[in-house]
């Protein structure tokens, strides 16, 4: 089994952006392109209000931590969990500074409505499986919580889910050693693309955005 070094660690957030499109990953991640749009903007302050709050709170048999960073070596990512819930569990695991046991359940915020697409529930589960790499325990499902609904969305971490967590992993990481950035294809998700200007998918069909602007100023008069 492939065990990934600190320094080969890639961003866990990249999943959702690898599943929506593996350019957007590419030029995101690989190119360090990035450009805002409203959607984006909306979603880091609902994540920001999530980890701004104390990182610790307990409500009675509930305890809250906010911000949590996990890692998993085997899959390869590093993040922050916007927010991990601990259910007193006397068959849970055991938490540094605090008596009893606990069962942990990830919950991620999101703006907007649920997807059609799994970048959300891959995201959520790539969390558990850090957080069950880390906590040598079993966590069987997770929430999503939806800005626009106001509600949850319980997800279950089946073996489908999972395996597609470590696939999107290892895919992801070749294409981060070979700097490799895929094709454009066009569709109208592109719509919605913070990146949809610097992919040029209506001018760009292969190679780098920094290639076809590099090419683009030696053809220049």
């Known amino acids: 089994m492939t065990v990934y070094s600190d320094e080969d660690l890639l961003q866990l957030s990249g999943l959702q952006h690898f599943a929506f499109c593996r350019r957007q990953w590419a030029l995101i991640h690989v190119e360090n392109q990035w450009q805002e ?4 903007v909306e979603g880091s302050l609902m994540h920001r209000r999530a980890h701004d709050e104390a990182l610790r709170e307990r409500r009675g048999d ?3 931590l906010r911000g949590l960073a996990v890692v998993s070596h085997a899959l390869g990512i590093t993040g922050k969990c916007d927010v991990v819930e601990f259910h007193a569990d006397p068959n849970g695991v055991s938490l540094q500074g605090e008596e009893g046991r606990w069962r942990p359940e990830p919950v991620e915020y999101k703006v907007g409505k649920p997807k059609e697409h ?7 589960c790539a969390q558990a499986m850090c957080l069950e790499e880390m906590l040598c325990c079993a966590i069987p499902s997770g929430a999503l919580y939806y800005g626009e609904p106001r509600r949850r969305t319980q997800v279950a971490f089946d073996g489908e889910l999972r395996q597609a967590v470590q696939s999107a992993c290892a895919e992801m990481h070749q294409y981060a050693r070979r700097g490799y950035t895929p094709k454009a294809k066009p569709g109208k998700f592109c719509n919605a693309c913070s990146l949809k200007d610097l992919c040029l998918p209506r001018l760009s069909k292969s190679g780098s955005v920094a290639d076809y602007i590099r090419k683009a100023m030696e053809e220049s008069p």
């Open 62 to 64: 509930l305890l809250i």
């Open 37 to 40: 749009n409203l959607r984006t």
């Open 118 to 124: 799994l970048a959300d529930e891959l995201q959520l």
